[in-house]
């Protein structure tokens, strides 16, 4: 009687034992990046070179444009490469100081397992094209900002894990999941307003004097915006705002307040967002 109902569950048996093996080694891979911290990642795929995000402060030799070995140029400051908020972003050929987000970058499937692998091949710093750089080169990224790039694409919260984007409407139409617009007030009283004042108008914000003359609803409301937006109130942007002084936001948190700027930023009629 038992012998018979093993030879009848034998099968079974051995298919369960090969995919809890199977399972483990998959865990195993994902995590390889457990050396990595996330959250310095962020700076590293802002822009390695700088001293914040672990670097030296200098380009490598060779590189004449800093976006040529930004990770954020080609796959998008929410690695959705051309489908995210860099789909109209223009740049190589076209425009010779910067790269170009191209189909090969949008990372989205990827993420979760990557390796540290990506980071042995590629072109020359000298060649600067929208093609993947060589990170192993002279002047490339050091062992703790390869850990902790990889462990910000598997780990590292992404504006994808909280809002759709329809890329086909200008901006991007970003639809957030589950927002809590009250909560996003709150927060924003509590982790910006000291800056950025209650209409948001307190810092210069942008490349060129009087870009966002009404401050943060003048930026959310270019294309694209939330995924910039999203990656540096969680991870920071510079020496003033960092992911401390912005009040280590979870990605939820980060959302919230999102939700919150773009109700005031989707209608026309308001200039602050105090309004
Ligand atoms: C100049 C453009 C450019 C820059 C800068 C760039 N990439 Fe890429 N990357 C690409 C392209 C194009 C591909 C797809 C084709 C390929 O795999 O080479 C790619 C592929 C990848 C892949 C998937 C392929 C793999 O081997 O796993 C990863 C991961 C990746 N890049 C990470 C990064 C990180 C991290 C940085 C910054 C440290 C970075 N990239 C900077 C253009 C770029
Ligand atoms: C400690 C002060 C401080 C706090 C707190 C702070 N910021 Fe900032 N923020 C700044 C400064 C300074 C800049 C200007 C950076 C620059 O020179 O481009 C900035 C820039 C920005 C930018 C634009 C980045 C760019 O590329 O121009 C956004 C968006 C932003 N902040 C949103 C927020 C939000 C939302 C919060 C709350 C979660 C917040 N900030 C909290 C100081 C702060």
Redesign the pocket.
């Known amino acids: 009687m038992i012998k018979s109902n093993f030879k009848k569950f034998a099968p079974i048996l051995i298919s369960l034992f090969l995919l809890v093996v199977l399972a483990g080694c998959e865990s195993l891979g994902a995590r390889s990046d457990k050396a990595g911290d996330p959250y310095r990642g962020g700076w590293?795929?802002n822009n390695?070179t700088k001293e914040l995000a672990g670097g030296s402060g200098e380009l490598p030799e060779g590189v004449e444009h800093n976006?040529?070995?930004?990770?954020k140029?080609?796959?998008g400051w929410d690695a959705k490469g051309p489908n995210g908020g860099y789909v109209r972003r223009s740049g190589f050929p076209d425009k010779t100081s910067r790269?170009k987000p191209?189909e090969?970058?949008d990372?989205t499937n990827?993420l979760g397992n990557?390796?540290a692998?990506?980071?042995k091949?590629?072109r020359d710093w000298s060649t600067e094209?929208?093609?993947?750089?060589n990170?192993s080169h002279k002047g490339g990224?050091t062992k703790q900002q390869l850990a902790d790039?990889?462990a910000f694409?598997n780990r590292g919260p992404k504006i994808g894990d909280v809002a759709t984007l329809d890329i086909t409407q200008k901006p991007v139409k970003y639809t957030f999941i589950n927002a809590d617009i009250d909560n996003g007030q709150a927060l924003y009283t509590k982790s910006c307003k000291g800056c950025h004042a209650a209409d948001g108008k307190n810092v210069t914000i942008g490349h060129e004097p009087g870009e966002n003359p009404n401050g943060l609803i003048d930026f959310f409301r270019k294309d694209g915006k939330y995924s910039e937006g999203f990656h540096k109130i969680i991870y920071g942007e510079n020496k003033k705002m960092t992911r401390e002084a912005a009040g280590n936001l979870n990605t939820e948190q980060a959302r919230d307040i999102l939700t919150f700027i773009q109700s005031k930023a989707d209608d026309p009629g308001k200039t602050g967002l105090d309004q």
């Open positions: 590293v795929w390695y976006d040529y070995v930004r990770c140029a080609c796959h790269p191209t090969g970058t990372l990827k990557i390796t692998n990506f980071a091949r590629g094209n929208n093609e993947m750089p990170y990224l790039v990889v694409m």
